[in-house]
Nanobody, 118 residues
Framework: QVQLVESGGGLVQAGGSLRLSCAAS????????MGWYRQAPGKQRELVAT???????NYADSVKGRFTISRDNAKNTVYLQMNSLKPEDTAVYYC????????????WGQGTQVTVSS
């Protein structure tokens, strides 16, 4: 049974920082591309950042220079360090795992709320 469990969300003032974690089980973590997505009220889910099994990273333009994605294969965990947070970063943040060779094996966490106050 695959589980992706996010943690680290919360309420923070604009300009503050949060670090999200996503602990994975039931998958071979090292051969999964990992990603963070977010969905704000009334909007579609959007990509925030991804990190491949080879540790190549990709970021949405809106978070470049402020967010950093990383992974620890020994802990089966992916992180999202979020700095200089803005009210427009408010959303539910979701962790995603996609098998590198079998992209149909695509899993999501339950999400964690991030709220940035102005």
């Amino acid at each position: 049974q695959v589980q992706l469990v996010e943690s680290g969300g919360g309420l923070v003032q604009a300009g503050g920082s949060l670090r999200l974690s996503c602990a994975a089980s039931g998958i071979i973590f090292s051969i999964n591309h990992m990603g963070w997505y977010r969905q704000a009220p009334g909007k579609q889910r959007e990509l925030v950042a991804t990190i491949t099994m080879g540790r190549s990273t990709n970021y949405a333009d809106s978070v470049k220079g402020r967010f950093t994605i990383s992974r620890d294969n020994a802990k089966n965990t992916v992180y999202l360090q979020m700095n200089s947070l803005k009210p427009e970063d408010t959303a539910v943040y979701y962790c995603n795992a996609k098998h590198a060779m079998r992209p149909a094996n695509d899993y999501w966490g339950q999400g964690t709320q991030v709220t940035v106050s102005s």
